[in-house]
Nanobody, 124 residues
Framework: QVQLVESGGGLVQAGGSLRLSCAASGGTFSRYVMAWFRQAPGKEREFVAAIRRSGDSTYYPDSVKGRFVISRDNAKNTVYLQMNSLKPEDTAVYYC?????????????????WGQGTQVTVSS
């Protein structure tokens, strides 16, 4: 059973940066497409970033493109989310997710494994 554990969340002022980490165990990390999603209070969970198994391609919605960077280290079984130029509207619980396969998906129900989430709060 794959387990994902996020870390790195916290409180930051608008314009600041945070780096989230997600450590995987219990599976073959390099087999999984990895992604980050977020959920703000009263809103549906939304796609934030995804990365192919080899790390050679990344995907972002327009809301974070140019500010967030997803990366992975398959030797460390870890995926990262570098968040720059943070805005108050980025405030949410951020979840790491993984899916077994080659195809990148941006819909949460397509992902098989989930972390417990880490809170990111951006103050204005």
């Amino acid at each position: 059973q794959v387990q994902l554990v996020e870390s790195g969340g916290g409180l930051v002022q608008a314009g600041g940066s945070l780096r989230l980490s997600c450590a995987a165990s219990g599976g073959t990390f390099s087999r999984y497409v990895m992604a980050w999603f977020r959920q703000a209070p009263g809103k549906e969970r939304e796609f934030v970033a995804a990365i192919r198994r080899s790390g050679d391609s990344t995907y972002y919605p327009d809301s974070v493109k140019g500010r967030f960077v997803i990366s992975r280290d398959n030797a460390k079984n870890t995926v990262y989310l570098q968040m720059n130029s943070l805005k108050p509207e980025d405030t949410a619980v951020y979840y790491c997710a993984g899916r077994d396969g080659m195809v990148v998906k941006i819909v949460d129900k397509e992902y098989d494994y989930w972390g417990q989430g880490t809170q990111v709060t951006v103050s204005s």
